[in-house]
């Protein structure tokens, strides 16, 4: 079965199992994605493995040659990091300035920037907590402070270096958030994550997250089919189908999903 007929396909299955409208949410994003990992428990900056604990998912730091900076409780779990942060496209729009994030909870605009499981990875609690809504930069002279993983952060600047093979995956993130929501870039970003975008190129899980992302959530990111004409090619999420809705047989749903695209 071809790529694009296993795709289609799973899409089909989303939209057939529709029974109510409940719209996205970050906690429905998070059980997703905890499932769609299963596949491939690896935390984004670091390289950790990882395993599930009873509801935790527990990174083995030894796996990474990870050791805690500062708070080796939060670095004992994973979470759910925006790569864009919530900050950055929260504090754009209106409801942010009248409420911060609680307000925006509210807004359907919002809650589909802050589900949307193409911004959203795995991460150890600590890096995730000190990443905070920094942005992202070239640093010169940072020191690592986790061990073996290249997570370079400056507090004081609120900048933060990721690890150079995930550049290109942040870029590309970046680029599509900006074409799907209308999330504004600095130019001096712009040019960083041009240059990020081609020095780390698409590789094997990336193309393959983007393919289970597709059937999940019913848009693809075009930045990672076609990395140079993205922009020509971005569809809108179809909110009817997004997010798996309410009413689906989670476990079905991604076992269907995953056997589908081992076929390929």
């Known amino acids: 079965m071809s790529l694009r007929v296993s795709v289609a396909l799973c899409v089909w299955l989303l939209s057939a199992c529709v029974v109510a409208d409940s719209g996205p949410s970050f906690s429905k994003s998070k059980r997703l994605l905890a499932k769609m990992y299963q596949e491939h428990p690896v935390s984004f900056y670091c390289g950790c493995d990882y395993k599930t604990a009873g509801k935790k998912l527990v990174p083995d730091w030894n796996s990474c040659g990870y050791t805690p900076r500062k708070n080796a409780n939060r670095a004992g779990r994973i979470e759910w990091e925006h790569v864009v942060p919530a900050?950055?496209?929260?504090?754009?729009?209106?409801?942010?300035?009248?409420?911060?994030?609680k307000a925006c909870k509210r807004i359907d605009g919002f809650k589909r920037m802050e589900s949307d499981l193409h911004n959203l990875v795995p991460a150890i609690g600590e890096v995730n907590g000190d990443r905070s809504n920094y942005s992202f930069a070239q640093l010169e002279g940072e020191s690592r402070m986790y061990g073996r993983c290249d997570m370079e952060v400056n507090f004081k600047g609120r900048k933060v270096e990721p690890p150079s093979n995930r550049q290109g995956d942040i870029a590309r993130t970046y680029f599509y958030m900006r074409q799907q929501y209308g999330l504004r870039i600095s130019s001096k970003q712009e040019k960083l994550f041009t240059v990020w975008n081609a020095r780390d190129p698409v590789d094997s899980w990336e193309l393959k997250r983007n393919e289970l992302i597709t059937a999940l959530q019913g848009n693809s990111n075009p930045y990672i089919t076609s990395p140079l004409n993205g922009a020509n090619e971005i569809t809108k999420v179809n909110n009817e189908n997004a997010i798996a809705?309410?009413?689906?047989?989670?476990?079905?749903?991604?076992?269907?999903?995953?056997t589908k695209l081992r076929e390929l």
């Open 87 to 101: 900050w950055a496209f929260g504090h754009q729009m209106q409801c942010w300035q009248e409420g911060g994030r």
């Open 245 to 258: 809705p309410k009413g689906v047989d989670m476990d079905s749903l991604m076992q269907h999903v995953l």
